[in-house]
């Protein structure tokens, strides 16, 4: 009987954990810090990447924004950087 009665809670606590991975929560967005790199003299673009690594991702554009207060790029006479905060898709969640 208490075999019986283990056995019935433990495969509950299973069957609850299956349910709970076939339907995950969507995954947020993320919202990283873009520097466009453009030529003083003509105004053209000349390259654009994506800042540091996932210490520079955020989970709201106004944390992006303001460490976009605090980050100023070094500009000289020949180029300039703007840097600006984009939104990228939420992550994919693999389930195994």
Known sequence: MKMATAFVVLSGFLAGQVAHAEQPDSPRPRWIIVATIIDRTTGQQL?????GGPELEFEDAARCKS???KL??????HVGAVLTCEKLPGRA???L
């Open 47 to 51: 390259g654009q990447s994506k800042l």
């Open 67 to 69: 460490m976009l207060e």
């Open 72 to 77: 100023h790029p070094v500009e000289n006479e």
């Open 93 to 95: 969640v693999t389930l």
